[in-house]
Nanobody
């Protein structure tokens, strides 16, 4: 099993940057693909970024390409989401999740953190 805990969320101004971290516990972390999702009230959870087990392959939703970067440090059991040029529409609760393949669907992920709030103000 895998336990995930997100951190690094907070309040940031438009155009600012924020780095989210996901700390994982469990012996299978290094074999897992990891993803970041986000959700706002009244809307479905949305795929943001994914990374394969080695970090050699990444996937992003179109709205964050060029602004967000997902990375991982398997030695530290950490996954990051570097968010630059933040926009108000990036405001959401961000969730870290683990899967066996990098895909865009929530059903592909079998472990989830409890989320961290990101608020972008103008």
């Amino acid at each position: 099993q895998v336990q995930l805990v997100e951190s690094g969320g907070g309040l940031v101004q438009v155009g600012g940057s924020l780095r989210l971290s996901c700390a994982a516990s469990g012996r299978t972390f290094s074999s897992r693909a990891m993803g970041w999702f986000r959700q706002v009230p009244g809307k479905e959870r949305e795929f943001v970024a994914g990374i394969n087990w080695s970090g050699g392959s990444t996937l992003y939703t179109e709205s964050v390409k060029g602004r967000f970067t997902i990375s991982r440090d398997n030695a530290k059991n950490l996954v990051y989401l570097q968010m630059n040029s933040l926009k108000p529409e990036d405001t959401a609760i961000y969730y870290c999740a683990a899967a066996w393949a990098v895909l865009r669907t929530t059903t592909s992920y079998d472990y989830w953190g409890h989320g961290t709030q990101v608020t972008v103000s103008s």
